[in-house]
């Protein structure tokens, strides 16, 4: 009897079978990652959303009602755009540099509303009476501010592209 045939039908069965395999396995960790960085980019946007909306009502805050601002007017400021929720959901998503990048805005950030709420004993900007720097008042903290969202803004696009090629 010949074995050839079904030796080699066989053969090409396996070959047919573990290429199939190896395309798909392929095709699902390509999807995994498109997934992955499309989930990290609307993070990053929703997150970079909570800063700026949380840093445009602390500001209102401040021009509507003068420094310093009451601590509950600050506490509803700060809550209502689910900033810690999504800084805690980019700690588990992103990468490092990403993760320090949105630690140091976030603390800069709530810097900036902590001074917002002490702001009274440095508005006058004379310091302490022996002659000492008082602390700093909003406008310094919120510069801060500013230059860590700015590095934020650059590692996650160092992280997700910048989508302008």
Known sequence: ????????????????????????????????????????????????????????DLQLLAVREG???AEADLRAAWRG?????LHYEV????????????????????????????????AGGSGTPDGHPGPAGPQDVRGGYVDALAALRAAMRADVGDGRG
């Open 81 to 85: 755009h689910s900033l810690l929720a």
């Open 67 to 69: 420094v310093p601002v």
């Open 1 to 56: 009897m010949d074995w050839t045939t079904p030796v080699s039908t066989l053969i090409g069965a396996l070959v047919g079978v573990g290429s199939t395999l190896l395309s798909e396995s392929v095709r699902a960790r390509r999807d995994r990652g498109n997934q992955s960085h499309q989930l990290r980019r609307q993070l990053y946007a929703r997150y970079l959303e909570a800063l700026t909306s949380t840093d445009s």
């Open 91 to 122: 700690g588990l998503v992103a990468p490092p540099p990403v993760t320090g990048a949105a630690d140091t805005a976030y603390r800069a950030l709530r810097a900036a509303r902590n001074a917002l709420g002490a702001a009274g004993s440095a």
